[in-house]
Nanobody, 125 residues
Framework: QVQLVESGGGLVQPGGSLRLSCEASGFTLDNHVIGWFRQAPGKEREGVSGISCTDGSTYYADSVKGRFTIARDNAKNTVYLQMNSLKPEDTAVYYC??????????????????WGQGTLVTVSS
């Protein structure tokens, strides 16, 4: 069945880095858009970044621009989120998601067809 599995979360000190992975199964990334969302304790889920696995176009939330980088490896059916210069406010459960359409704009507006189970990122000293 169609599935997204995240990995790479953990505890990191402020200023540190982590790389999250989202491995897709049951479908190929081609012609899909994949994104990362996060939900901090007591807050609503918010979009972080997304990528078109067709043409590589991307978007980022203002809060992570210049610090996070999204990339895909279609051969490995995996999307990555490289997170640098992490801040305590980046602490959240991070979810990988597949958009309902090939349009990146739909994904950025929260139109998601498949969610991963989430991986916890904690930024703390």
């Amino acid at each position: 069945q169609v599935q997204l599995v995240e990995s790479g979360g953990g505890l990191v000190q402020p200023g540190g880095s982590l790389r999250l992975s989202c491995e897709a199964s049951g479908f190929t990334l081609d012609n899909h858009v994949i994104g990362w969302f996060r939900q901090a304790p007591g807050k609503e889920r918010e979009g972080v970044s997304g990528i078109s696995c067709t043409d590589g176009s991307t978007y980022y939330a203002d809060s992570v621009k210049g610090r996070f980088t999204i990339a895909r490896d279609n051969a490995k059916n995996t999307v990555y989120l490289q997170m640098n210069s992490l801040k305590p406010e980046d602490t959240a459960v991070y979810y990988c998601a597949m958009g309902v359409s090939p349009a990146l704009a739909d994904l950025s507006n929260g139109y998601v067809e498949v969610w991963g189970q989430g991986t916890l990122v904690t930024v703390s000293s």
